[in-house]
């Protein structure tokens, strides 16, 4: 795509790139090797989860962002899928809660404590069984704190009421396997794209397909809503096989807006849009880089603005939330980058160059906090409404005093001595392995003796039984 130099007046057009330094990148991390189509990362102001390599199921990390630098090689990992994890995604609301899925069709929602893992977590809060095959995406609904949806491969997407634990809809109107899932600002409406070829709009309480698109030149990957603009972006492929991306109408889906093309390779394109500063990034799955661009409602509707250019080829990214942000850098966005080859995370920052050190309000506004609109129920009866706001000018501070209440069952565990054993806890250290290995080892040996003194009560026993038997009745 050749893209034309403009000189339109945009607070945005000098936005940069800014890789941190080594000693703020993760580094030793087993990133899958799974050929998903997804991020395999979650980020929130607390904590960085990434999927992992594993053998005999799946897992995945989590790390607190203050403990940046070379990951221990025994670093405790959630590890309760019996499957591959296919998609992680933090709740918006609380910042602890983090759900996942997997090939083993289930959708998990665990609970990591403050200052992040100690030992290996199989014990997920919740576990959600529905799907008949593999489940591949999630996404938590954007004001209500209870509300979790999932697209598996069995061309359904089930709605939970996490405070019940039950689904309590099922939308059945795909043909094929669900690629993306966005919704616009309010929760009221759901866009997804499908492996059919076709662009839905649902209203996703009752399942109902309120507009839907069937386009021959362009063929949908990926969806993402334009906040409130009404519009919607979608990322593709051309009838000559080259990247483009689509914008939408999204009450009108019998043709795109504008369609552009913007290159020939084959990598995924993946859309993330900011609706504070209505800027679109564009990353493909393999490329090393990411291209930026404004959106507006007036033509040319999409404006070019700068590329980001890196060497090292992203396998995923994740996105910070706004309110996890460095205001005091002006920085507008942040990327986590999934770099396979070097099993390194590389937080990217999208900054505004400013030469003022005063609080820049023009380019953060309000924006979505943390605190949910709604409660499940109250959006389960049909309520809709946008999302909470809050200001970024005195930076996040303010804790959030919800707690997350997930329905109570019972807890299985076998305590031995002390010690869990369906806690699968790895030594960290020579000395932790050496400790354990001869606790194993008293424990092996008690074990032994008790075996050797039941066996000599049953020998016991049966002598007795036998004296019994061979007791005659005239001797009694």
């Known amino acids: 795509m050749s893209w034309r130099p403009t000189y339109r007046s945009s607070k945005f057009r000098n936005v940069y790139g800014k890789v941190a330094n080594r000693e703020h990148c993760f580094d030793g991390i087993p990133i899958t090797k799974n050929v998903h189509d997804n991020h395999f990362c979650a980020v929130n102001s607390k904590f960085l989860g990434v999927v992992t390599e594993s053998a005999g199921g799946g897992s995945f990390i989590v790390i607190p962002l203050s403990q940046a630098g070379r990951l221990d090689s025994h670093y405790p990992k959630v590890c309760g899928h019996q499957g591959n994890v296919l998609d992680i995604k933090w709740n918006p609301f609380f910042e602890n809660i983090i759900a996942s899925c997997s090939e083993d069709t289930s959708v998990r929602v665990w609970e990591i404590p403050e200052g992040g893992l100690r030992r290996n977590m199989t014990e997920a809060v919740l576990e959600l069984y529905g799907h008949s095959r593999r489940v591949g995406l999630i996404e938590w609904h954007p004001t209500t704190s209870g509300i979790l949806f999932s697209a598996g491969y069995d061309y359904k ?54 507009q839907q698109a069937s386009y021959k030149n362009h063929r949908v990957n990926r969806v993402v809503f334009l906040g409130n603009m009404k519009r919607l972006l979608t990322t593709g492929v051309s009838r000559w096989n080259t990247r483009q991306i689509a914008f939408w109408d999204q009450e009108d889906l019998s043709m795109p807006i504008v369609e552009e093309d913007i290159d020939g390779l084959s990598g995924m394109l993946f859309p993330f849009y900011d609706a504070d500063t209505h800027m679109l990034y564009l990353a493909g799955k393999g490329d090393g ?99 909470v706001l809050m200001s970024l000018k005195d930076g996040y501070h303010r804790p959030n005093q919800l707690v997350f209440k997930a329905p109570v069952k019972e807890k299985k565990s076998m305590v031995v001595n002390g010690i869990d054993l369906l806690e699968n806890v790895p030594p960290r250290t020579e000395n932790e392995l050496l400790r354990m290995f001869f606790r194993q080892q008293d424990e092996l040996r008690r074990l032994k003796e008790e075996l050797t003194t039941k066996d000599v009560r049953i020998r016991q026993l049966e002598l007795e039984l036998n004296n019994l038997k061979n007791v005659s009745p005239k001797d009694v």
Request: aromatic share 8%; proline share 7%.
């Open 289 to 387: 880089n990411i291209r930026y661009f404004e959106i507006t409602t007036e033509k040319p509707y999409i404006q070019y603005l700068m590329e980001f250019r890196s060497p090292a080829p992203q396998k995923g990214l994740g996105v910070m939330p706004k309110h996890g942000l460095d205001v005091a850098a002006c920085e507008v966005f942040r990327f986590y980058k999934l770099v396979t080859l070097k099993g390194m995370i590389e937080p990217i920052s999208m900054i505004v160059p400013r030469r003022s050190d005063t609080y820049q309000e023009d380019i953060y506004p309000m924006t979505a906090g943390t605190e949910p609109a709604l409660s499940a129920s109250e959006w389960l009866s049909g309520i809709d409404r946008d999302p």
């Open 157 to 210: 997407i089930l709605i939970w009421n996490l405070e019940t634990g039950e689904p309590v809809k099922m939308i059945d109107c795909h043909t094929d396997v669900i690629l993306s899932m966005s919704f616009n600002t309010d929760g009221s409406l759901l866009a997804t794209s499908c492996k059919d070829k076709k662009l839905r709009v649902i209203e996703p309480r009752s399942g109902r397909v309120l």
